[in-house]
């Protein structure tokens, strides 16, 4: 039988021909597994689901913080992140920053490395309102103490007042919600798991720390007072589109702002509203009615002193 070379070259040849057509359409979906893996599922986290929250947010608006974590849909969240590896992990919807996460590109809030991005930062617009415990922080004498010093010993002590406070607040589960001039806003949200009931205990105890820490040393004391408030305020991201930031309005933040004013160095004005959870740790305060700017009646509150430092 003669065989016919030529024929037979040309059935090798096809026969090759689509076994690479195969692996090229193998390799392709295999490419374009692994693209998804890589590049499309952290999109989706990171930039996709704010969105479908963002709809669901629409039909619900309390589903994000409601019921502190204990039902809707933020409790399935947690339920699903507490089975992914591994730690570090979010402690407010538990998703991890380590292993899957970090193949995610799951990112640690500015407010708070503790929590994600995607609990803050990159929630939808819109809030809900909720108990909140409000910290502000302010350094006493400081503008007059700038008249006399060099640029350089200005940022030193803002960069040492910012570190000391950002790191109490954030060691506490509060959120660190602005840095402005001299001055650093705290909140701290009864929604959170760790806070809950004990909200206004834990941030009274970061109120004297942070005293403490800023006055500790003799040669680079920052002087500070402390004002403390707690009551409902609108929990949320506030802005437009992209410029948006989350935050705490309502009168009980402009009263803890006030009530800051009010306070000495080494003084932390908590208002009776505050005290009304920690009284029984500090017995010995007396009531103090306040007259602030933009109240038609006083504030009452308390005065705690931690330490009595010279205003320079």
């Known amino acids: ?42 999109w989706f986290f990171n930039r996709l689901s704010p969105t479908v929250d963002g709809r669901r947010r629409a039909r619900s608006d309390d589903y994000f913080l409601a019921d502190q974590c204990s039902t809707g849909l933020i409790s399935r969240y947690r339920r699903l992140n ?17 292993g899957v996460g970090r193949v995610l590109r799951i990112r640690p809030s500015r407010k708070n490395p503790n929590f994600c991005m995607g609990c803050f930062e990159m929630a939808p617009i819109g809030g809900t309102d ?11 004498g400081f503008t007059s103490w700038c008249e006399h010093q060099p640029p350089s010993a200005v940022e030193r002590a803002l ?3 910012y570190a000391v406070t950002t790191a109490v607040i954030t060691e506490s589960d509060g959120l660190v919600d602005k840095l402005v001039g001299d001055e650093v806003m705290g909140l701290f949200l009864t929604a959170f798991p760790s806070l809950g009931e004990r909200t206004c205990d834990v941030m009274v105890v970061a109120a004297e720390e942070i005293v403490r820490r800023l006055h500790a040393s003799a040669d680079e004391r ?8 707690f009551g409902m305020a609108r929990v949320g991201n506030v802005g437009a589109g992209e410029v948006k930031d989350f935050t705490a309005v ?16 080494g ?45 320079p």
């Open 1 to 42: 039988m003669v065989v016919d070379g030529s024929a037979l070259a040309t059935a090798i040849s096809a026969e090759h021909t689509e076994r690479m057509g195969v692996l090229a359409v193998v390799g392709a979906v295999v490419l374009l597994l692994v693209i998804g893996l890589f590049v499309g599922v952290p």
């Open 222 to 229: 920052l002087p500070v007072g402390i004002g403390l408030n």
């Open 250 to 265: 309502g009168d009980v933040v402009n009263t803890a702002a006030r009530l800051q004013g009010c306070a000495a160095a």
């Open 159 to 161: 960069n040492r007042f």
């Open 130 to 140: 909720m108990e909140v415990g409000v910290l502000f922080a302010d350094l006493r």
């Open 267 to 311: 003084e932390i004005v908590m208002a009776e509203a505050v005290y009304d959870h920690v009284g029984e740790r500090y017995p010995a305060l007396i009531h103090i009615d306040f007259e602030v700017k933009g109240k038609t009646d006083a504030v009452r509150g308390r005065v705690l002193t931690v330490d009595k430092p010279k205003v």
């Open 82 to 98: 507490r089975r992914l590896p591994a730690d570090p992990r979010c402690k407010f919807c538990l998703v991890p920053f380590g």
